[in-house]
């Protein structure tokens, strides 16, 4: 039984390593996927997860123990968790997979899952803080799963957080034409959507700082995981280029064809 | 006081003892009698006047129907021709009623042998979109857009030499470049590339974000095209790195302005784009620990520091409200100087040690108050988006008026420090923001002890600009400095060139435009006048 009245929080936030959201993304030559041979960063979803894990301990200093942060990933995702442990998150934990490897939503739920279930006693997570989706696949999916798996309550979507008294939270979700408040309690998920803050710069001290916190590094087959996909990927391709139009030579042409056009 | 502070404050006191420092001084200027800029040059009555019968001569020249543009035959109204009689900042503005738009070297030459047999003055113009009115006419002055040049003629990506025509517009140069199969860069990056063309690059000599890495155009531009101001083409395109046969004649026209020739093609050598870059943010106490961290940030960045910029709290404040942007640093954190640093490599594991490197060093001798590292390409955009917005937010808090100075990197705050005293001084700028002067900010290139010194007034006046002029160019003078450092000379500071420039210059510059433009047709009222 957990106690009604959490008077300690343990925040468990996973990010991810996606293509930075500034390049311009190509198609791989094979055709089944892009070209991953550019710059990554964390997915600004999951930035923005870590932001507010950070703000909510601030904002509750005695509440919030711990902020650990979890990737799946190849090598480099330690980068990644090397700039949310600078951001200000206290520990990270690691899930090593090959370089190319694609991880499921539904094998991230599930590793999410084993993480969850691993810790005892007072290092419980009690809160779980996401990103909706990554921007490199936008399935959107693995939040709602991880619910749907530890039978946990979700405020998906946040535009705003807020813990109450007595270890309920309230989440604040931007829905069409206005704004939904739900409210739940602990141990819960949370989804986090655009505007619900604004991430903080790694200042230097942090970045150095950073370097010497905790990475626990494991292997999918340490948690007894299989991220063997379900699905296939049959094609990847560009959308259709734009049909019609001409190409004029000059400004003045450009003029000269609107007003035929009768648009100037 | 360090001896290096006392070194670098002592600089304005005159070097003649005779002669109090120059802020003591009322307006006598110092060794030329001074022009008003307000008051531009009248009309040379050597030059000949545009008839309308002129037209049919000249669409004989250029047979494309778009080339010709002019309210004589109704082919265009005064409309259309303002924005190229007009510079950007609607600062100047000429009343021309002709433009020509050549297609090819071939028509630009035929334009400029009819301009010289009939007596006629050229403006060229590119993106148009210089700072001191040198690419719009100052009267009725024929304009010579080079904007239907814009072909790329060949890149070779094994010596990484590309040749362009003078229209092509800087960022698609600069993309063009980055779609190689290898990924080259262009050597220059400003502001304006979105507009502004390489050929007018060339003309001007144009500095930018990325000289401290590549160098100055007079470097990396190896050959170019010339149109003579007596119709001969010159073709000195080359691409070669050496090439000690004679004077080197392009050096002449880079940075002429249009004085003495029109520049119709560029060869320019570009460097392979960086495959890593970094963008930190650092805050600073003291104009004195921004140099020590310049210093210590060469040493430890070597050859993959790319830009090194400065702003300070002034430019900030002014971001901060005009601008826009998210906090940096936190509250009692934020200083009076802050340094943007910026790398480029070819191998992201490297540079990161390096630059950790540097952290532990900056963070462990307290030289600096905080700093940020960008962790993505957004944050990176939004740290340089600071100092990119330091003119624009100093233009919204006020009346600026802005200075392109160049003097050696350890005195460039202190021009800032003693404009702010004249300000005082003459009482127009009080503590309490009475002053008809509001503020005096100092920003630039550091790496290339490139300032751009802004006094925000109240009000444009001939009180507040007599108060900072010639004082300004007095103070430049006094230390060795340049009164235009990369915005060239154009109707602006044409009388101020002998601010930075000794009369046997002056006289030599003179002699070569005469040379080569005998007629004075070429860009008149403007650079040497």
């Keep these: 039984m957990r106690p009604s009245l959490p008077s300690l929080v343990n925040i468990l936030v996973p990010v991810k390593r996606s ?8 198609v791989a030559s094979d055709g089944k996927g892009v070209d991953t041979t550019v710059k990554h960063s964390m997915n ?54 090959p370089e190319s490897a694609v991880v499921e939503p539904i094998s991230v739920a599930n590793a999410i899952k084993k993480i969850i279930e691993r810790a005892e006693g007072k290092d419980k997570f009690d809160l779980v803080i996401m990103g909706k989706q990554a921007i490199d696949d936008d399935s959107g999916s693995t939040g709602g799963m991880l619910a749907g798996l530890l039978g946990w309550g979700q405020g998906t979507f946040a535009s705003k957080v807020a813990i109450e008294e007595g270890g309920k939270i309230e989440v604040t979700r931007e829905i069409d034409g206005g704004l939904e408040k739900v409210e739940g309690k602990l141990p819960l998920i949370v989804t986090t959507d655009l505007r619900l ?39 990847v391709s560009e959308p259709p280029k734009r049909q019609g139009g001409g190409k004029v030579e000059s400004v003045d042409e450009l003029v000269a064809k609107m007003k035929e056009a009768g648009v100037l | 006081m360090p001896l290096h502070l006392k070194r670098v404050l002592a600089f304005n006191v005159s070097r003649n003892p005779q002669r109090p420092p120059s802020h003591l001084l009322a307006f006598s200027p110092c060794i030329l009698p001074i022009r008003k800029v307000s008051t531009l040059p009248p009309r040379a009555t050597h030059l000949s006047r545009l008839q309308p019968a002129h037209i049919s001569q000249l669409r004989a020249l250029l047979p494309s129907s778009n080339s010709v543009l002019s309210t004589f035959d109704n082919s265009a109204s005064s409309d259309d021709l303002q924005p190229y009689n007009r510079d950007w900042m609607a600062k100047y503005e000429g009343r021309s009623q002709v433009v020509l738009k050549p297609r090819n070297t071939e028509e630009v030459s035929k334009v400029i042998r009819w301009c010289g047999e009939n007596g006629i003055g050229v403006v060229p113009q590119g993106g148009n979109t210089g700072l001191v009115g040198g690419s719009t006419p100052i009267h009725d002055e024929l304009i010579l857009s080079l904007s239907s040049l814009n072909k790329i003629r060949s890149f070779d ?6 040749t362009a025509e003078s229209g092509v517009i800087l960022e698609q140069a600069d993309s063009y470049l980055s779609k190689q199969a290898e990924g080259f860069i262009f050597p220059l990056d400003l502001g304006a590339k979105g507009s502004c063309q390489i050929g007018g690059n060339v003309a001007t000599n144009a500095g930018g974000l990325r000289l401290l890495r590549y160098g100055s155009l007079r470097g990396s531009v ?3 095209e010339v149109v003579l101001p007596d119709g001969t083409i010159w073709n000195g395109l080359s691409g070669l790195l050496k090439d000690n046969t004679g004077y080197d004649l392009k050096q002449l026209f880079i940075g002429s302005e249009g004085s003495i020739g029109i520049v119709t093609a560029v060869s320019i050598l570009c460097p392979r784009r960086p495959k890593s870059n970094n963008v930190a943010l650092f805050s600073l106490p003291s104009y004195e620990a921004c140099l020590k961290v310049f210093a210590e940030t060469k040493s430890h960045l070597g050859e993959i520091l790319s830009a090194f910029e400065m702003f300070d709290k002034t430019a900030y404040e002014a971001v901060k409200r005009h601008g826009g942007v998210k906090k940096v640093f936190e509250e009692g954190k934020e200083g009076g100087f802050y340094c943007l640093v910026e790398t480029g490599g070819s191998n ?4 990161s040690e390096k630059l950790s490197n540097l952290f532990e060093s900056l963070i462990s001798s307290s030289l600096i108050l905080d700093g940020v590292l960008a962790q993505d390409s957004t944050q990176s955009a939004s740290l340089w988006r600071i100092r990119e917005l330091c003119p624009e937010s100093l233009s919204k808090a006020g009346k600026a008026y802005k200075y392109d100075l160049s003097v050696p990197v350890e005195k460039m705050y202190c021009l800032v ?7 005082r001084d003459v009482g127009m700028l009080k503590d309490d923001g009475t002053g008809k002067v509001k503020s005096v900010a100092g920003f630039g290139h550091m790496g290339d002890g490139n300032l751009h010194l802004n006094v925000v007034a109240t009000e444009f006046s001939e009180e507040v600009q007599s108060a900072i002029e010639p004082f300004v160019y007095e103070l430049v003078a006094e230390n060795n400095g340049s009164i235009s450092a990369e915005h060239g000379l154009g109707a602006m500071k044409a009388p101020y060139i002998s601010y930075s420039q000794s009369p046997t210059s002056i006289e030599l510059m003179r002699q070569i435009k005469q040379l080569i433009d005998p007629k004075g047709i070429m860009n008149p009222y403007k650079f040497i006048t």
């Design chain 1, 19 to 26: 293509i930075d959201y500034a390049v311009k993304i190509r």
């Design chain 1, 44 to 97: 600004p979803f999951d930035e923005i997860a870590v932001e507010e894990a950070i703000r909510l301990r601030e904002k509750n200093p005695k509440l919030v123990t711990s902020i650990t942060a979890l990737s799946i990933g190849p090598p480099k995702a330690v980068d990644t968790i090397r700039t949310a442990l600078a951001m200000g998150a206290d520990a990270g934990i690691h899930i090593t997979t």
């Design chain 1, 197 to 235: 803050n604004e991430p903080r710069y790694a200042s230097l001290p942090n970045i150095m700082k950073a370097k010497k916190k905790k990475i626990e590094s494991l292997k999918p087959e340490d948690l007894g995981l299989d991220f063997t996909p379900r699905f296939e990927t049959i094609s």
């Design chain 2, 157 to 162: 990506p094994m010596s990484g030499v590309l």
């Design chain 2, 222 to 224: 190896l050959g170019l």
């Design chain 2, 348 to 351: 992201a594991e490297h540079d």
């Design chain 2, 417 to 423: 420090e003693h404009m702010r005293q004249r300000m």
